[in-house]
């Protein structure tokens, strides 16, 4: 039985001191959840949060890193440094990151194997556009990318990465996809890598889906057959909300 892995990605929002009053008030409402707490989160932020969930079960994330271990890259961030800092997880490859900051699925490749070298579990992200959608190249547009992501990495590797699963036409515009659309599409991503990687892989690796996930879907998108959670990012910006979403099997 896979666990359900539930993260939320904060974007470009949250300062420090709301940040630290956020997980004070969040902390007390996940205590007792069986489910996986992540919280992704900008680098300002990265410090005092995981100061702050010391001795919680929120485990915390960043949303981005450089493949890169040190050098001449004026205002990024490597994996190293996060590692040095506590950070368990790294955002990989969010849809955002693919259409404003040019990241390729060969960036995406290189920054999740940098991630794995420094001990850091990546989320990676794939999906499709609306206009992919229409055209009827969901399914290929999600496997490729999912296959490119992976490429060269250990079977024990994938087994480790947290697949996310977000429809770039879902994401902050309200429109879910349907429970029944989410999980086809993550089972053919599962299906990818069962085709690569055999089944006892596939059939442990977390595939989540986001994409305008809030407290009142939650619950019917994460009892699917295999959808392993979410990755939230509006409805994560506040602690009631996001905590209703993570305790959706209360
Ligand atoms: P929303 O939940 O705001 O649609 O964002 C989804 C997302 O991009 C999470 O990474």
Redesign the pocket.
């Known amino acids: 039985m896979r666990k359900k892995v539930i993260?939320g990605?904060w974007?470009m929002n949250m300062l420090p001191n709301e940040a630290i009053d956020y997980i004070q008030k969040f902390s007390d409402l996940v205590k007792d959840t069986e489910n996986e707490v992540i919280l992704?989160v900008p680098y300002t932020d990265l410090f005092y949060c995981l100061m702050n969930a010391q001795g919680t079960n929120i485990k915390i994330g960043a949303q981005n890193m450089h493949f890169a271990e040190s050098g001449a890259y004026t205002g990024e961030v490597s994996g190293k440094m996060l590692k040095s800092i506590g950070v368990e997880y790294v955002?990989i490859g969010?849809?955002?990151r693919r259409q404003y900051f040019n990241e390729t699925d060969e960036s995406v490749n290189k920054k999740i194997k940098a991630a794995f070298e420094n001990e850091l579990k990546p989320i990676v992200?794939v999906g499709e556009s609306l206009e992919q959608r229409e055209a009827g190249e969901t399914e290929k547009i999600i496997t490729t990318q999912t296959r490119l992501a992976l490429e060269g990495l250990s079977e024990e590797q994938v087994k480790n990465t947290i697949i996310?699963y977000?429809p770039i036409w879902?994401?902050?515009?309200?429109k879910?996809a349907t429970s029944e659309d989410a999980n086809n599409s993550i089972k053919s991503i599962r299906n990818e890598i069962k085709r690569i990687y055999g089944e006892e892989v596939s059939e442990n690796v977390i595939i989540q889906y986001?994409?305008?996930?809030?407290s009142s879907n939650a619950k019917e998108l994460f009892t699917t057959s295999d959808i392993d959670g979410?990755?939230?990012?509006?409805?994560?910006l506040k602690p009631d909300e996001f905590s209703k979403i993570v305790n959706y099997n209360k």
């Open positions: 993260a990605n974007k992704c955002i969010h849809s955002e992200c996310a977000e879902a994401i902050g515009t309200g879910t986001g994409g305008s996930v809030k979410g990755l939230v990012g509006g409805a994560s």
